[in-house]
């Protein structure tokens, strides 16, 4: 890993090798991220950043916050890090004099790409790369526009900046389909690229039931995972249908692995309903593979969801999981063939499909190994970095041609 500064990159070794030397083919590529915290969106920039072909490509990682825990992966990497903070909002005029010192930026250090991988740094980095005139300008969108940020006016300057960029990025077929027909953007510019997954680091991992969880290895575990800063990832549905799985199975502890400000409303509620011996409330944590091996069933009971990492994560496992019909689920999800789906806010059909698979073992094992070779073929980290590349290739083309 690489620390640029902004005012010194452009005239840095690393730009002057790939543009004169022997490495002068190199696509130059320039990524913006929130930050360096653990979500999906951040570990995916990551893991793309290290695992474009760095022959290929030359790749510099910028953040709007320079924090997190990921930035420990990018160290002793070909990748560049840097730090772009827009101050007190884009908005502002702070935002936008960092704004334009990106254009300036970008256009010096003559990069081919600019990858914007979430809605804050859409924000900023679309307009820089237009002034910049970069060829290839690649936005995001990750979610389906539940959160309160989304208001009507919001949504409308959004979809203008989008469209100026060369292509809109989404990572499932439901939010393509919202973005076409409730904010109006062209079919042609979105582009469709599911997320991916590191399979062998979950796939290999033994499990250490004893060490992590110990005295519950006569237990089953049934584990959730999602940030509970609301109700957007269904604990409040999942701790309803505890009460009845409970009442038949007293041995079963839910683990939910995510933090947030309704945690202790969570707890609350499980108290109130005499279920504290049954629910582990772990907190945010880094061993998250882990934990999951050490597992029995999944669940993803979430109110929407753009496409889910936490999904992926329990197929790998080889975890029988259990989702929400929402958001990108039924694009990883057969239901009944490599997991099941159940409709979103329903204790009683999520209750229902958990005590099927509490009583069918068999069923359990057969979805649990289908889950884990759907994610094999299809959402593996290689083919996500396959299918960038063909993006970036396809683009750059586009532009050459006009």
Known sequence: MQTVSPSLASDSGDRKQSLHGPSAKRRRVFFLVDSFEIGGTETQAVELALRLDP???????????????????????????????????????????????????????????????????????????????????????????????????????????????????????????????????????????????DVDQFRLLAPRRGQLFPGLENCTLIVSTGNMHSDVKGHPTLIEAARRICARF????FVLIGDGKK????????????????????????????????????VLPSQAEGFSNALLEYMATGLPTIATDVGGNPEVIEDGLNGLLVKPDDPAALANAILSLLEGPHLASQLGAAGRERVRRHFDFAQLTFNIDALYTDLLQAGHRR
């Open 55 to 197: 022959a290929r490509y030359a790749v510099t990682l910028a953040c709007l916050q320079m924090r997190g825990p990921l930035l420990a992966k990018l160290e002793g990497s070909t990748v560049s890090v840097m730090e772009w903070n827009a101050g007190g909002g884009v908005n502002t005029p702070r935002g936008i004099y960092q704004i334009l010192r990106l254009a300036r930026f970008l256009r010096h250090a003559r990069f081919d790409i600019v990858h914007a991988h979430d809605l804050w740094s859409n924000l900023m980095a679309i307009p820089a790369a237009r002034l910049a005139r970069t060829p290839a300008i690649i936005s995001s969108r990750r979610d389906l526009a539940h959160l309160a940020w989304y208001t009507p006016r919001r949504r409308k300057i959004l979809r203008y900046l989008q469209s100026l960029s060369s292509a809109v990025l989404v990572n499932s077929g439901q939010i393509r389909d919202q973005l076409v027909h409730e904010d109006g953007f062209r079919p042609e510019l979105i582009r469709v690229v599911h997320n991916g997954i």
């Open 263 to 298: 945690r202790s409303e969570f707890e609350s509620k499980v108290s109130a309903l005499g279920l504290k011996g049954n629910f582990l409330f772990l907190g945010s944590q880094q061993n998250v593979s882990e934990i999951l091996a050490c597992c029995d069933i999944a």
């Open 250 to 253: 007293p041995q079963v502890k």
